[in-house]
């Protein structure tokens, strides 16, 4: 878990204790600095004044200078100011960046200690305490790194051990419940990290025992009850889907749940995320471009264990159990082929065409095992289909479901977190794509409105008056851009925030 790399300090009524080693103070697109900076901070106004009179800095988003200022006395102080665009439009998205620009600003100025003003001005409007829960949530995303294999102190490698503390200053009203509004969203972004942290961990470390296994980890400090099926309960239960899919790799299938009751009688929530350790499609074996990407193809159960991870840690009084069927797809002599009929654990029997079409075979065994549960709502999250990428691109994530106010209720997490959801219909005329001639359904539907098949595909394993969506997270859970300043290159930790936000909001 990775959020370790930031440390974030209140100082309340003060201006961070000397020495850090550097302020952070922003500065609009007009040339102005925040306000802060004429009460706060006027022994330094005048040079700050001059250095944007003269043009060194025009407040664009994301542009920064140093400048070198008079202490008090001792040593010289090093102000950093950074461009914010301009006041009026300034978002909460814009403060997040700009919180994860100044920890990396810091770590390539060897900056350990950054003090910053931000949070003591309202931008654009923005309350104060908002200001600095997006700054540190945009510190804690953005300072992110998953080096496990990069061995450390090597000459040329950019990895430095640094840990940088952000002191923020605030102001000193209300401080104890900004605190407490910290460690949630600390809590969220550890519980996000951690699954960034199993979305780039490849296949030959990440095992589905191995998902296993982090599930235990997370039981041994967390009130979460963690069981595990493996293969011979798993045929004992008829997961036939399940065991289909990972009967062509060595390292065998698990059903993950963990169970998080704290909600006394408050309805209960299965989350259920598709955790394909490496998808390499199977004897339908997938072209070889990009195929190392598909470590990633555990996304789903990546999230809810993050999910998992943080609701616990929050203490939220709600109800989740996670389910996390985990497979490896591989081609080999043991290998599930094309053609092959099997009986799901609902007794629905299925003619697998494809196998890379692998996600919605385990998750019908999970789907199933969840009804057992009589839960009042069912979400899962799966990378799902290459359609819904083609559909969607990298901006949101599909979402399928018959429940009109579960999917608004979803649709508006995800849009207040910034993880857009964006519907996709599963009119009934589209179920017949599935029709075989030899069992109940084709696990695929053909090339056109993949997404959606694969939505009908599951909606076949729910129960008609259980509220389900289907959340496709193939589009948004790896990010190669390197674009968004708190996100690094790879695993995104997508619906860990979605689902916190919806846990808060809709389940106590
Ligand atoms: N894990 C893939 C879907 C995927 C593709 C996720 C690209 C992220 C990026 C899934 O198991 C898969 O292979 N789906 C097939 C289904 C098809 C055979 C009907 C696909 O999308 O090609
Ligand atoms: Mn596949
Ligand atoms: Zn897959």
Not at 247 to 255: A, D, F, T
Request: hydrophobic residues 40%; proline residues 5%; charged residues 20%.
């Amino acid at each position: 878990m990775n959020t370790a790399h930031t440390n974030i300090e209140l100082y309340a009524d003060a201006i961070p204790s000397w020495p850090c080693d550097a302020l952070a103070i922003g500065v609009y697109e007009d040339g102005q600095p925040q306000k802060v900076v004429a009460t706060a901070c006027k022994e330094w106004s005048k040079e700050i004044d001059r250095a944007l009179a003269a043009g060194w800095l025009r407040g664009k988003e994301g542009h920064f200078l140093f400048l070198p200022v008079a202490g008090s006395g001792q040593a010289p102080v090093r102000l950093l100011l950074i461009g914010l665009g301009k006041e009026k439009a300034v978002t909460p998205q814009t403060l997040e960046d700009t919180g994860a620009r100044l920890v990396k600003i810091a770590r390539s100025h060897g900056i350990a200690r950054l003090g910053c003003l931000l949070a003591l001005d309202r931008h654009n409007g923005i309350g104060l305490g908002a200001c600095a829960g997006y700054l540190a949530q945009g510190a804690w995303l953005g300072g992110y790194r998953f080096e496990q294999f990069k061995t450390k102190g090597q000459e040329g490698d950019a990895v430095s051990q640094d840990v940088i503390t952000l002191e923020l200053a605030v102001m000193g009203k209300r401080l104890e419940r900004l605190r407490d509004t910290l460690q949630h969203i600390k809590h969220v972004c550890d519980g996000q990290c951690l699954a960034r942290d199993l979305g780039n961990m490849p296949g030959n470390v990440l095992t589905p025992e191995g998902m296993a296994q982090e599930a235990r980890k997370m039981a041994e400090t967390l009130p979460i009850q963690v069981t595990v099926w493996d293969e011979k309960q798993l045929k004992k239960q008829k997961m036939n889907g399940i065991l289909a899919v990972g009967q062509g790799s060595v390292h065998p299938p698990r059903l993950i749940m963990l169970e998080y009751r704290q909600g006394g009688d408050r309805p209960l929530l299965v989350v259920v995320g598709k955790a394909i350790t490496f998808d390499s499609g199977g004897i339908s074996l997938k072209p070889g471009a990009k195929m190392e990407e598909m470590k990633f193809d555990m996304a789903g159960g990546a999230a809810v264990l993050g999910f998992m991870h943080a609701i616990a840690a929050m203490k939220l009084p709600v109800n989740v159990v996670g389910l996390v069927p985990t497979a490896e797809n591989l081609p080999s002599a043991t290998a599930q082929r094309p053609g092959d009929i099997i009986e799901t654990a609902s007794g629905q029997w299925v003619e697998v065409i494809n196998t890379d079409a692998e996600g919605r075979l385990i998750l019908a065994d999970a789907l199933h095992h969840a009804r057992s549960l009589a839960p009042d709502m069912i979400i899962d999250l799966a990378t799902l289909t290459g359609a819904c990428v083609v559909a969607l691109g990298h901006e949101a994530s599909g979402l399928m479901g018959f429940d009109k106010k579960l999917l608004r209720r979803l649709g508006r997490a995800g849009k207040k977190v910034g993880e857009r959801l964006w519907p996709l219909p599963l009119f009934p005329g589209y179920q017949e794509l599935l029709k075989s001639p030899v069992a109940d359904m084709k696990n695929v539907g053909g090339r056109d409105a993949g997404a959606i098949t694969a939505g009908c595909f599951l909606s076949r394993f729910v129960d008609k008056d259980t509220p389900w969506a289907h959340i496709d997270i193939a589009g948004t859970a790896w990010d190669m851009n390197g674009k968004k300043p708190s996100q690094p290159k790879g695993a995104t930790g997508v619906g860990v925030r979605l689902l916190c936000r919806f846990a808060q909001k809709e389940l106590q």
